[in-house]
Each structure stands twice: as C-alpha cells, then as structure tokens.
C-alpha cells in the first residue's frame, strides 16, 4: 500500500506526527482520569457531609457492596443471568430480523400487505408486554429472553428493511445488463449493501436487549441485575442499586466495543475508504 | 453497414407533479455495427434516455427500440453501460470490481482476475489491484469503470458523459485511452456528451439534439483519419470546419434557451 499512499499525494505520516498523536493521546487519557479521580472525590467528600448517603451513597461504600457480592459469589451468578437473557435475546432477535427484513424487503407484495400490521407492533412501546410475556413464560429465564427477542427483532428488522429499499438501483441495473440472475443480485449487490444497515440495527439495539432483560427481572424474578436493582432499593440499600447500576454500565460498555470491533472487521472496505 | 440500433418514432413522456414533461420525441436514429456515434444536445433534452431505452431499462411512450432486429423489451444484456455516475461497488476491491462481469458468468478466479490485471494495467492503473473504490480519486475511479465495462467484451458500449466530471487535461488523457482501447476492440460505442469538441475528437458520427423537446436536428458524418491524435486533433482545419457547422445547429438552440430562461 506504499505506492498507493505515495501517488495519491497524501502526506506521508512521518515520526513526528505518530509522537504528536500520541502526545495527543496521553493528554485525553489524563483528562479522563482526572475528571474520573475528581468526581469520585467530590462524591466521596460531599455524601454524610452536605448529603445524606441514603440518597446518593459513596464510592467507598458501593465499592464495598460490590465486593461482598463478589466474595459471596452472588455478583458472577447475577451476571451470568442478565448475560444470558440479554446475549440470547440479541441473537434469536437479530437473526429473524435480518431474515424478516430481507424477507419484506426483497418481495414487494408481501412488504405491502404486512405493512400496517408492522408498523402497529413497532409503534408499540416493547416494554408494555413484560407483563404478558412474564404471565406466559413464567418468571424464569424464559420470559425476559423473549422479551429481549422482541425489542431486538423489531430495531434490526427495521434497519435491514429501511437497507433494501435504499440500495441504488444504479448499481442494480449496471449488474442485470451484465446478465446477472436475479440471486447473484442480491449476493453481490443488495446484502452486502445492506450489511451497513444491519449492523447499525444491530449495534443500536444492544442496549435496548439489556433494557428488555433488566426491566424484565425488575417486574418479576429472583436473579439477574434487574432483580438486584429492584431488591436492593426495596431494602433501601442505595449502595445496592448504585453497584448494581455499575456492573450493567461495565456490561453495556463491553458489549458495545466488541460489536465496534466486529463491523470494523466486516467492513473492511469502509474502514479503508476515507 | 449492418444497423444495430434502430430507434423508431420514439417519444418519452414523464409525469410529474407539475405536469407532463417531454423528454424527447419524433426521434429515428440508427446505431450501425462497429460505428462510434456519439449524441451532442444541451442537458435536459433525453440524451441518457435514449441509452437507457438502448438499454432496456426504460421503455419509449411511443415507437419502439430494435436491438438486430428485435425489439427491445428488457434489460439488455449485449449492451455494457457506463453511466455519468460511479456505479463501482464500493465494498470490492478493485480488481474484483473490474471482474465482475466475469465473475457473473462463472469464470474461474485465477481466469478472471487475470483478465482484471490487464485491464487494469492497460488503463494505467497497475499497483491499484487490491485498492477500494473510496481510496481512488475520481478519474481513476473512471478508468476502473472503463476498465469493466470493456473486462467483459460486451457488443456494444453506451457511455452517458462518462468523463463530464474530469478536468480538461484528463478528459483528453482518457478520450487519448478510449480510443486506443476501441481501436483494438472494435466494439460499437453510443456515447452521449454535451461537448461537441468531444464528440468531434472520438466519433465516426455526430447526432445533435434539440433542447427539450428532444428532437434530431442533425447527423453528421466525421470523416477525419484514424488513429486520431486527440491532443492535436483540434487544431485540424478540417476539425474546425465541422465542428463550426456543428456548433451552428447547437448555438441556434443555446440562443433559444438564452431568450427563453
């Protein structure tokens, strides 16, 4: 990629500019830590001083709670409850998602005939059918998977679908002059320009599979993040639901950077391509 | 000569919101096996029409479109098409770009990225192999249109002002390859522009259009020798002379749209 780089007349990226980007690095990082070490200073010094730590607790004491949790083994078993639900529900959504948007995106007729019925589900606010679902399936692991599922399916149903219809029917036209089938258009044109759209699908419902297994555990369970929230501000145990909160902000965090990560990788021609 | 294209009685209406527009009408044009036409009119008057209808991509309000002899009614697989705009797919490198065609058929990889390699290296773009679309500049991205469009032989070539977006110099770089590459394979070219300078430079035949209403106002035949030099053409006194009585049909039409606008 040398020559590329050196015929396109882009400046080469010399020593000086690799120090200068680090240098600028190391500034941020500093930032971060600094406002990091300062706001959990003023919360530590304000909470039992101005403010009672029955409203906002402290650092030290959500520390704590964290690690009793931890020394209990109940923090890994919590996790490993929400991870499932939300893990599989992302996955059983995003799967028939992308088959149901592909499905209505690429069969005009289907796509008008079952478009009222779509879009009434998709108005409706998902986390209203906690309630049903946690009455059909129990308050197992079962009903939040489902939920999960649902809040999922419909965010990557409707990227994917919103990506069939903004292929350009150029690139369409330009590959049927050249005698493709009507299959090898949609294997080399529609999904991989669809791709973009799923994943955006993908990466903005992975917070909301979260939120659909945590509110579902808040309503009714026994395990999970959610019912640590809820139990734990039952007792009125702020540091509880603070640590609680702090645990499923890590997980968020986590599961968005590898799914960062993952598009990168797929998407190899946009990463180059700037 | 053997006519390949005929286009007959053809009009083509859109409708839209402020009415119905006229794109063109009354046209009657033949396309002659191995010939280099090339279609001159101010913008608007359905020049790209007339190549998507070539093409099978749109049918004419009236008349009807013969392909030898057969009336065309879908798309139009003899037909490569090299539109005004980029139509390379962005997520393929650009040798697999250029090997698409050859991929649709079913040619072996080895085969047809063979035959990318040197389509790319006879447009000057060796080294470039394995590069995005994205990272091209825009007239390198021309020449990887070229460079597929030509890939898989197709019988005849429509081009839609495919170097309209170039500057000056590189247009005549590339009408310098264009040239080259016709010579060698003699494939019927369609190529619609509003510059009459270029399509003096490349073509057998020149059709000027009216505005719209497109209409057919004349067909002249450039009867300068080849292989043309393109960089010194223009200064033929021959090149002058057709190109004055050419102009004199557009200007009419510019002095019209002048008053009318």
């Known amino acids: 990629m040398d020559t590329l780089t050196a015929e396109m007349d882009q400046p080469r990226v010399g020593h000086d500019a690799i120090a200068s980007a680090r240098d600028e690095w190391l500034k941020v990082m500093a930032w971060r830590i600094g406002i990091t070490v300062v706001g959990l200073g003023v919360w530590e010094g304000i909470s039992g001083r101005w403010v009672k730590p029955f409203w906002i607790s402290s650092p030290s004491a959500i520390w704590a709670q964290l690690f009793g949790w931890y020394e209990s083994g109940d923090l ?47 108005s409706l606010p998902k986390i209203a059918l906690a309630p049903l679902f946690i009455l059909w399936f129990g308050v197992g692991l079962l009903s939040k998977v489902v939920m999960a599922t649902f809040v999922v399916f419909f965010l990557v149903f409707y990227n994917t679908y919103a990506g069939t219809l903004a292929v350009e029917q150029e690139l369409v036209d330009v590959l049927r002059l050249m005698g493709a089938t009507r299959w090898q258009i949609v294997r080399k044109v529609i999904l991989p320009s669809v791709l973009l759209w799923i994943f955006t699908g993908m990466k903005i419902s992975v917070p909301y599979a979260l939120i659909g297994a945590v509110v579902g555990e808040m309503m009714a369970s026994n395990k999970g993040l959610g019912y640590l ?15 609680a909160l702090f645990v499923l902000m890590i997980i968020a965090t986590g599961l968005h950077e590898l799914l960062k990560q993952s598009e990168k990788l797929m998407l190899r021609w946009k990463e180059e391509s700037t | 000569m053997t006519p390949l294209i005929e286009y007959r009685g053809i009009a083509r209406r859109f409708t839209t919101r402020r009415g119905t527009v006229t794109a063109c009408e009354h046209v009657d044009l033949t396309v002659h096996e191995g010939e280099f036409l090339a279609i001159v009119g101010p913008s608007g008057c359905g020049k790209s029409t007339l190549l998507n209808m070539a093409a099978g991509l749109l049918q004419p309000s009236a008349g009807a479109v013969f392909y030898r002899g057969e009336k065309v009614a879908e798309p139009n697989t003899r037909v490569g098409y090299m539109t005004q705009r980029d139509t390379l797919l962005p997520w393929r490198s650009v040798e697999d770009n250029v090997a698409i065609a050859l991929e649709l058929r079913g040619e072996s990889r080895a085969e047809r990225l063979r035959k990318a390699h040197d389509w790319l290296h006879r447009v000057g773009l060796k080294g470039f192999e394995s590069a995005y679309p994205g990272q091209l500049s825009g007239g390198m991205r021309r020449r990887v249109s070229m460079a597929r469009t030509l890939a898989y032989e197709p ?79 223009r200064f033929d006194p021959r090149f002058g002379e057709l190109h004055d009585r050419l102009w004199g049909y557009l200007e009419e039409n510019v002095r019209e749209g002048v008053r009318v606008g």
């Open chain 1, 229 to 243: 929230i809820q139990a734990s501000a039952g007792q009125y145990d702020t540091a509880g639901v603070f640590a």
């Open chain 1, 76 to 122: 890994w078993m919590h996790i490993e409850i929400t991870m499932t639900e939300t893990v599989l529900g992302f996955v059983f959504g995003a799967v028939s998602g992308v088959a149901f948007g592909l499905a209505l995106g690429l069969n005009k007729r289907l796509a008008a005939v079952l478009d009222p019925f779509v879009i009434a589900f998709y």
């Open chain 2, 155 to 233: 019988e005849t070539i429509l081009m839609d002002e495919p170097f309209g977006a170039l500057d000056a110099q590189l247009r005549l770089v590339m009408h310098d390859e264009l040239l080259k590459l016709w010579a060698a394979t003699k494939t019927t070219m369609v190529f619609v522009t509003h510059d009459l300078m270029e399509a003096v430079t490349l073509a057998d035949r020149v059709a000027v259009f009216s505005p719209r209403p497109g209409r057919i106002r004349a067909i002249e035949t450039v009867d300068l020798p080849r292989p043309r030099d393109v960089f010194r053409i």
